[in-house]
Each structure stands twice: as structure tokens, then as C-alpha cells.
């Protein structure tokens, strides 16, 4: 597993994510806020691929960074959030065990305002971050209600390449192309390297086959 970690790409992408992450002013001194930092704390290096992603696909289809970056963070809250979310399901879990229930809940909350927070942050069209926003919250409500991980994490990998094209303006038909070859990318990441290729330039496409082939060999 090291060997992969080793591996990981997009790490600029993260970096930048992981950066404006520790600018965010979480619930200071709260118990939300130390079940926060412990559930943090707790997440591998993999686990942010979703956020470079979403800053991948709007470098990709020439759109800012500076704007899909807030909503890169939006991604990585709402991943906790979900992950906190499914956990409550468990009493021995190691918030619930810790924390109780409520507490608990309170970080779920926390995790989930703080999300929807960065998605409103200001951004040179309001009009792209607003659509970015709606399918953003559509992708959370349908994760919620997917049936296990793998679902729950196909549903967000393609809202998160879907939102980075979205920012960046690209046309509708480019915009179903990633929105799709998220979907794909964990179980058929040869499937969504072949969707993109139109859609994207050389330089941009070997960095998404570099994400599939990482993909394919922690499947493995």
C-alpha cells in the first residue's frame, strides 16, 4: 500500500486543496471540531483524490483555478460528511464510541454547513458556481441514498469532473463526457480515459491515464 501512496497523482492539485483546507475556520473549541480534526487525521493520502480531480477537469477545460478551488474543498468537506454520515450507522464506530451520537451528528452538521460554505464563496460567474452548486447538492442527496461505497463514490467522482468542466464553461456535450467518465473510473477506468480523450489535450489526458492506471492497480 505504500508503494502505491508513493504514487498518488495530481498531487499539485491536492496540494492546493489541502492548502485552502487549513485556511478554513472550523467550529473552534467545539466538540464538532475535535471529531473534525480526529476524522481528518484518520483519512490516507488517497482518500483526497476526488478534490484534485475536480481541479484536474477545470485546468483540463481551460477554465480558473482560483475558482474551482473553493468548490475542490466543498468536495473534500462533503466526502467527510458522507464518511461521518455512513459511520452513524454503527454504534462501535470511533466517533460514536468516543463522542456519542449526537456529537457526532454535530460534526456531520458542522462537516456539511462548512461545505456548502466554500460552494458560496465568491466567484467570477455566479452563474456557473450557482449550476455548480445544484449538482453538487443533487450528487450529496444521491450519495446519501446510494447502496454502498462503491455507489456512493462512482456518484461523486463524476459530480466532481462534471463541476470542474462546468467552471471552466466547456459545452454541454463535454460536460456529459465527464460527468460519465467519473462514473466510470473505478470500474472501468480504460472506459473513462477513452471518453475523455476527445475532449481533452495530450498533456491533460496522460495526467487523467495516470489517475485511471492508479486506479486500476489499488483495484487490484
Known sequence: ?????????????R????????????????????????????????????????????D????????????????ELFDRFLMLHEELADES?????????????NAGDALYA????SLAHEARSPERRLETARLVAGAVLDAIEARGAVARDAVMTGAALQAGVVIAGAPGEVVAAFARA??????????????LRPCV????????????????????
Request: hydrophobic share 50%; charged share 20%; aromatic share 6%.
Open 1 to 13: 500500500m505504500t508503494a502505491l501512496r508513493d504514487q498518488i497523482p495530481l498531487g499539485p492539485h
Open 15 to 58: 496540494a492546493r486543496v489541502a492548502q485552502y483546507l487549513r485556511e478554513i475556520a472550523f467550529p473552534a473549541g467545539s466538540v464538532a471540531a475535535r471529531i473534525i480534526d480526529e476524522r481528518a487525521a484518520e483519512r490516507s493520502s488517497d482518500d483526497s483524490m476526488r478534490p484534485g480531480l475536480l481541479l484536474w477537469s477545470c
Open 60 to 75: 483540463a477545460g481551460g477554465g480558473d483555478l482560483g475558482d474551482a478551488l473553493p468548490v475542490g474543498a466543498a468536495f
Open 93 to 105: 464506530a470511533p466517533a460514536i464510541a468516543r463522542w456519542g451520537l449526537g456529537q457526532s451528528l
Open 114 to 117: 462548512l461545505a456548502f460554505r
Open 182 to 195: 467519473g462514473r466510470l473510473l473505478a470500474a472501468q477506468p480504460s472506459a473513462a480515459v477513452a471518453l
Open 201 to 220: 489535450n495530450k498533456a491533460a489526458l496522460a495526467d487523467f491515464e495516470e489517475v485511471a492506471r492508479y486506479v486500476a492497480r489499488r483495484a487490484a
